[in-house]
């Protein structure tokens, strides 16, 4: 049907795509609806906000599974918030198809509480962007993950802004890097320069962009393990998922995977939309909060419980549920302000020494006491171990997801027992062994090799799932040239050959070596 405007011109009636999952995700009376959520919130009415929201992951499930849990990340998002535009990412559920499909055929998606618009515009600047996205209408017509979103923002924000629906599907990690690096610029708000793919040969820009955007991300976690298995699974995946490291996630999926554990289909149904996300904040700049845990075997158990009837939901294969939410904490990762002071050292040494005499003495490693900001700030560290001058064990950890004073008590139990060159480290043995601990500035991506001062930085090197690293006190040891430095890496560490660096992530950090 078209319509006639007033000055004659025949414009097109906005199409609307139906609620395709009301009365089966969710109730399809509106009344019902809006109180069903409004109760949900309610259960999180004390729960924090944050200005500075960036992206929240939540769950698909109905809501009798996991509303509860959906409803804490959607209450981290501040009601007189407002964003320009909301990017939903989610898993293709009944379409395979290799890339990323965005709407742009529906100008709004229609749920018992009203229509939301889509933003048809930015959804073709995506789509002539870079070729791995798309649109392919079967991936969204019976699409359940991302219309489950919509009613509890309608609920909990004053006005809906305008929504991107994009759905997932492809098992290539260079064509998830391109759909990262084309929606970076939306969520990193860099109004100062233009957002451009990374890979692909049909490259164009995006437009500068202005104003918040909000990503919600949608996935439920282990499908169908037993209840205790379920909370093992998911505890690893959503620490992984903390660590904001993609790499570790992946690593941790695939473990998984190999645990043999029952009935385990899957760790994170959302996997792929998750990876992107962590592709997007992988250069620092934000926080990963975790926020709520259920599995349905919870709820199962509970509502039983109610009507006084035996328990079984625990027994049951159940489904896992994860909240969180992604907060830009705005810290640079250049380094050139990250500091310690003496007395900073001096407990990080006590920490080290403290967490292998625990562990010799097979104590469970104390808890530090009075620890400063910076100690519990999020960054990596190294600790080595010498005895008589020649090395004993020497391990690391980016540790971008966990306090510094955890990773040094870490990193110092794995260097005295698990660094694989050097066999464990004796008790009787303690006594002549120094501790040089290697704090790691957060780390700032490179272009060029111009950016590498030798000596002064440490050298990170990514390429697929392949890395490796040489910290700054490494050159102080040979005597190579920059590009020596850097080909060493590829090809002794991350193992990907001389000039494997060249097309490969390039990262540099400095070390406060003490």
Not at 117 to 136: G, M, N, R, W
């Amino acid at each position: 049907m078209m319509m006639n405007t007033c000055n004659g011109n025949v414009a097109k009636e906005p199409t609307v795509r139906p609620a395709t999952q009301a009365d089966r995700f969710y109730t399809g009376d509106a009344r019902e609806l809006s109180e069903e959520v409004d109760s949900l919130l309610a259960l999180h009415a004390g729960d924090k906000q944050y200005a500075d929201l960036a992206a929240v992951i939540v769950p698909h499930a109905s809501y009798y599974f996991s509303g509860n849990v959906a409803a804490a990340a959607f209450m981290s998002i501040p009601k007189d918030v407002t964003y320009k535009r909301i990017f939903l990412l989610g898993p293709s559920h009944h379409e395979w198809f290799d890339g990323a499909s965005v709407n742009t055929e529906f100008d709004y998606y229609s749920t018992p509480l009203g229509n939301v618009k889509v933003d048809i515009e930015t959804a073709q600047k995506l789509i002539e962007a870079d070729s791995v996205f798309s649109y392919h209408p079967k991936a969204h017509d019976r699409e359940h993950c991302l219309e489950v979103q919509l009613p509890f923002l309608q609920r909990q924000l004053k006005e809906v802004p305008p929504i991107v629906p994009i759905i997932i599907s492809t098992n290539d990690f260079r064509k998830l890097k391109r759909i990262a690096e084309t929606l970076k610029p939306y969520l990193t708000e860099d109004r100062s320069t233009e957002g451009r793919l990374a890979l692909g040969d049909d490259r164009r820009r995006l437009p500068e962009q202005e104003g918040k955007n909000l990503f919600v991300i949608s996935s439920d976690f282990s499908h169908y393990p037993k209840y205790e298995d379920a909370y093992e699974v998911d505890s690893r995946t959503g620490k992984a998922i903390e660590s904001g490291n993609v790499e570790r996630f992946i690593d941790v999926l695939e473990e998984n995977a190999r645990s043999g554990v029952r009935n385990l289909a899957t760790s994170a149904c959302g996997e792929l939309a998750i990876a992107t996300l962590l592709l997007m904040i992988q250069d620092g700049g934000y926080e990963v909060k975790h926020l709520l845990y259920q599995n349905s075997g919870d709820i199962d158990n509970h509502e039983r419980q109610q009507v006084g009837e035996h328990s079984s939901g625990m027994n049951s294969r159940v489904v896992g549920y994860h909240a969180f939410a992604i907060i830009r904490n705005g810290l640079s990762r250049t380094g050139s302000d990250f500091m310690l002071s003496d007395d900073e050292k001096r407990i990080l040494k006590e920490i080290a020494l403290t967490s292998i005499q625990d562990s010799l003495d097979g104590k469970r490693i104390a808890e530090p006491t009075s620890l400063t900001a910076t100690l519990k700030q999020k960054c990596g560290a190294f600790v080595s171990l010498h005895k008589q001058g020649q090395l004993r064990g020497c391990i690391g950890h980016f540790g971008e997801g966990t306090p510094l004073h955890e990773i040094v008590a870490e990193m110092a139990r794995a260097a005295a027992f698990e660094d694989p060159r050097f066999s464990p480290v004796r008790k009787e043995e303690l006594e002549d062994i120094d501790i040089e601990i290697s704090v790691l500035t957060p780390m700032r991506r490179i272009k060029s090799l111009d950016e590498f001062e030798l000596h002064r930085h440490g050298i990170y090197i990514r390429k697929g799932y392949r890395s490796g690293t040489f910290l700054p006190q490494v050159a102080d040891e040979v005597n190579w040239t920059k590009e020596e430095f850097v080909s060493h890496c590829a090809q002794d560490k991350a193992g990907i050959g001389w000039n494997g660096w060249k097309d490969a992530e390039l990262y540099i950090y400095e070390a406060i070596v003490f």
